[in-house]
């Protein structure tokens, strides 16, 4: 029999059919829908006068569009409310269960289903959107898929879909002080290119990840995505199981929980299994990171310099190089740290949990943010502001400045009220440094949570080992 990796043993348990040269016919087990990617599928459904087939596999929620301020009251802009009011009603239509802004259980889509329970080990999960690769955290082949396929899987609960390859990133030993998940993958990101998982499926591995928390575990899958793979996955473990036993409200429990892990616990790569490419990193050379372009892959160490041209190895990215820097108003060879900020966002699915909550407010506890600067604190849902309230953190934030509002996207991208002016230099704990994604002519450097932390309290890129 040969060997497998996890990837390949989820993926065969899901082909519904396969013939030679076309894509294979995937089982999918959960669906995940919003505002911005449904319309149009629905409507193809209305079209050909079909039903969703398993409306309990699938569910919705709104959070792209949503205001964070007021969210008791009707949504101002009318884009954004056509797109919120279409969903309630395609939703309330064709039977789909909806997480709107009245629900408790409301959030961005990819934090609830993990907090929920709706995100298991061996499962497929797909949704409209690229970032689905966070629910791989868990064991699952999760990824994102358009809207044409979003109305396949609401039609037959299956989809054509080829197999991608595999690769396994191997991530060894202890992570220094003061460096985050947030900032291994954007390691990763910088040292293999925004294009270096084009084509693969991600495996990630070793002691360092092994030795991570759950959501901390999520924020690496979540921004596979943005080293071009078609998603990223770890096999669970124990540290899976404990999290899923946490009275997750959708999770099995008792002795389902117990059948559940058994199957679960074969949910790893065999020894010798053989991957289409294999890197491996050392958690001594990984420091807290940061962006200074326009795309995730044009990283430094917090402490470092942008690179100039002669230190580019690929001369096509001169021009991108180039464009890049002159959007940003940065200069080739110089450092960032001590570079003056005028936004610090603090949310997203990359970095909106609950333990990123913690972390920033134990940080920022009996501080006050900078003049000047605008710092916005965005919950990933409904449940991570009610604990963060639960906890006093509401309170911490407040008391430091900062701008604490409801949950949705936020100013993870420029769909609504919450954007950065153009211009204006924002930290954030997100996960794309596109022009114009957090509003047109904005700035943005990624990082994470506690460097988006230290940035509030000093007003500048700063280096969260100096505080330690």
């Known amino acids: 029999m040969s060997k497998k990796t996890l ?12 013939q030679e040269g076309h894509p294979d016919i995937l089982y999918i087990d959960r669906h995940f829908i ?53 969903l309630t009603k395609n939703c309330k239509e064709y039977g789909v269960e909806l997480y709107d802004l009245n629900h408790p259980f409301q959030g961005i889509v990819h934090i609830i289903g993990p907090e929920l329970g709706l995100t298991l080990p061996g499962m497929t999960i797909v949704c409209g959107d690229s970032h689905t690769s966070t629910h791989g955290a868990f064991g699952a082949i999760a990824f994102g898929i358009g809207t044409s396929e979003v109305e396949q899987v609401l039609a037959t609960q299956c989809m054509l879909q080829y197999k991608p390859k595999r690769m396994k990133i191997e991530i060894s030993g202890t992570l220094g002080k003061g460096v985050l998940s947030k900032d291994i993958i954007l390691y990763i990101i910088a040292q293999i290119s925004s294009s270096g998982g084009n084509g693969y499926f991600v ?20 921004m596979s995505i943005e080293m071009g793979a078609r998603g990223g996955l770890i096999a669970p473990d124990e540290i899976t199981f404990e999290y899923i036993a946490q009275d997750r409200q959708f999770a099995p429990k008792g002795e389902a929980l117990e059948q559940a892990k058994a199957y679960w616990k074969t949910l790893q790569s065999d020894e010798g299994a053989e991957y289409d490419a294999v890197l491996y990193f050392d958690a001594d050379d990984i420091s807290p990171m940061i962006t200074y372009g326009t795309n995730p892959g044009m990283g430094i160490k917090i402490d470092g310099q942008i690179p100039t041209l002669s230190d580019l190895k690929n001369e096509k990215e001169h021009s991108s190089f180039i464009n890049s820097l002159k959007y940003m108003d940065l200069e080739p060879g110089h450092a960032l740290l001590g570079k003056k900020l005028d936004y610090v966002f603090i949310g997203s699915c990359t970095n909106a949990r609950i333990e990123d ?7 920022v506890k009996g501080k006050k943010k900078a003049e000047g600067v605008e710092v916005l604190v965005i919950p990933g ?9 639960k906890e006093g953190l509401d309170r911490i934030f407040i008391d430091a400045g900062f701008d604490l509002r409801n949950p949705g996207c936020s100013a993870c991208l420029g769909m609504n009220e919450d954007k950065v002016p153009a211009g204006m230099y924002c930290i954030s704990t997100s996960n794309r440094n596109f022009e114009g994604r957090q509003g047109p002519g904005a700035r943005t450097f990624l990082a994470s949570p506690l460097s ?3 940035a509030a309290i000093t007003g500048r890129v700063s ?6």
């Not at 990837?7 to 396969?18: M, N, P, Q, T």
């Not at 909550?357 to 940080?363: E, I």
């Open 7 to 18: 990837f390949d043993k989820i993926w065969e348990k899901h082909v519904v059919h396969r």
């Open 34 to 86: 919003h505002e911005v990617t449904s319309p149009q599928a629905f409507n193809g459904l209305k079209k050909r006068g079909i039903p969703v087939f398993n409306t309990k596999k699938t569910l919705a929620t709104a959070d792209h569009n949503v205001p964070t301020k007021d969210q008791h009251l009707p949504i101002k802009d009318v884009l954004s409310r056509f797109q919120v009011d279409t």
């Open 203 to 222: 495996e990630y591995t070793g002691s360092t990840i092994r030795a991570l928390s759950m959501e901390a575990r999520m924020t690496i899958c979540n």
């Open 357 to 363: 909550l913690r972390l920033v407010a134990d940080f």
């Open 381 to 389: 849902s409904k449940q991570v502001e009610k604990q963060a309230i």
């Open 452 to 454: 988006a932390a230290a």
């Open 463 to 468: 280096d969260v080992r100096d505080f330690m």
